[in-house]
């Protein structure tokens, strides 16, 4: 019995081992996500505003194409307008000149306006794209050592696991999971009992039960909270 309780104490300080190994496991992955994370919100932003740029400078180009057209068609009528022998057709191809002029100075502020605003989008990318460096190159020695240290974690949680089963295989069904059960539940499973009392839950044990305990007979468990119980013949 004395061989099983020492079994079960040094699996006990294995799972714990193993329970602050993955708990610290789990925290260097979430911040490693959030790094991530943080650096894709950044990039899809940098994405939309290129792809907005896009749309206006294609829609840039075809007012352009347009422009171009509607200056040609002033220049044409202008071209017209020595070969005219009446008044009245003079003064029409004036009024289209007119005409093709306002439409022209039309185009003309709506390509300045997308001029302004692929200006102001391009301004916005670039910040975005600085902030984005910016991060990278704050987080990269960060990175490196989460990516360290999650291979480190890993090394370290194969051998504890590897000892925890050397410590579990030996011992009773019943026994495993008794422990299993009581680890899941309340998280310690073996306690020292002093001065007939558990130390799990402070609470007074019978003194027969407390007295058999030195013998080391068999696996004695605390009636309140159910732990396995041991005592230091040494204290």
Same mark, same amino acid.
């Given at each position: 019995?004395?061989?099983?309780?020492?079994?079960?104490? &040094?699996?006990?300080?294995?799972?714990?081992?193993?329970?602050?190994?993955?708990?610290?496991? /789990?925290? =260097?992955?979430?911040?490693?996500? !959030?790094?991530?994370?943080?650096?894709?919100?950044?990039?899809?932003?940098?994405?939309?505003?290129?792809?907005?740029?896009?749309?206006?400078?294609?829609?840039?180009?075809? *007012?352009?194409?347009?422009?171009?057209?509607?200056?040609?068609?002033?220049?044409?009528?202008?071209?017209?307008?020595?070969? %005219?022998?009446?008044? #009245? !057709?003079?003064?029409?191809?004036?009024?289209?000149?007119?005409?093709?002029?306002?439409?022209?100075?039309?185009?003309?502020?709506? %390509?300045?306006?997308?001029? &302004?605003? %692929?200006?102001? *989008?391009?301004?916005?990318?670039? /910040?975005?794209?600085?902030?984005?460096?910016?991060? #990278? +190159?704050?987080?990269?020695?960060?990175? /490196? +050592?989460?990516?360290?240290?999650?291979?480190?974690?890993?090394?370290?949680?194969?051998?504890?696991?590897?000892?925890?089963?050397?410590?579990?295989?030996?011992? $009773?069904? $019943?026994?495993?999971?008794?422990?299993? =059960?009581?680890? !899941?539940?309340?998280?310690?499973?073996?306690?020292?009992?002093?001065?007939?009392?558990?130390?799990?839950? &402070?609470?007074?044990? $019978?003194?027969?039960?407390? &007295?058999?305990?030195?013998?080391?007979?068999?696996?004695?468990?605390?009636?309140?909270?159910?732990?396995?119980?041991?005592?230091?013949?040494?204290?």
């Amino acid at each position: 019995m004395e061989e099983q309780m020492k079994r079960l104490k &040094n699996l006990q300080g294995l799972d714990q081992e193993l329970g602050c190994l993955r708990e610290n496991r /789990e925290k =260097l992955e979430k911040e490693q996500q !959030e790094i991530s994370a943080e650096q894709g919100r950044v990039q899809t932003m940098i994405d939309s505003l290129s792809a907005d740029i896009e749309v206006l400078m294609v829609r840039r180009g075809e *007012l352009r194409q347009a422009l171009l057209v509607e200056q040609g068609n002033v220049e044409k009528a202008e071209g017209r307008l020595p070969e %005219i022998k009446t008044q #009245k !057709e003079y003064l029409a191809v004036l009024k289209e000149i007119d005409v093709a002029k306002k439409v022209n100075k039309d185009i003309s502020d709506k %390509i300045q306006q997308k001029e &302004n605003e %692929i200006g102001a *989008l391009e301004q916005e990318r670039m /910040e975005k794209q600085e902030s984005l460096d910016a991060l #990278k +190159e704050q987080v990269k020695d960060r990175c /490196e +050592e989460i990516r360290k240290s999650l291979q480190d974690s890993e090394d370290v949680l194969a051998e504890k696991s590897s000892q925890r089963a050397s410590h579990l295989e030996p011992l $009773p069904l $019943p026994l495993r999971k008794r422990y299993q =059960l009581l680890m !899941e539940r309340r998280g310690v499973a073996v306690v020292e009992a002093r001065n007939g009392t558990c130390l799990g839950c &402070n609470m007074h044990l $019978p003194p027969q039960l407390f &007295n058999s305990l030195f013998r080391a007979t068999e696996i004695q468990s605390c009636p309140h909270c159910s732990r396995l119980l041991f005592v230091d013949k040494e204290g």
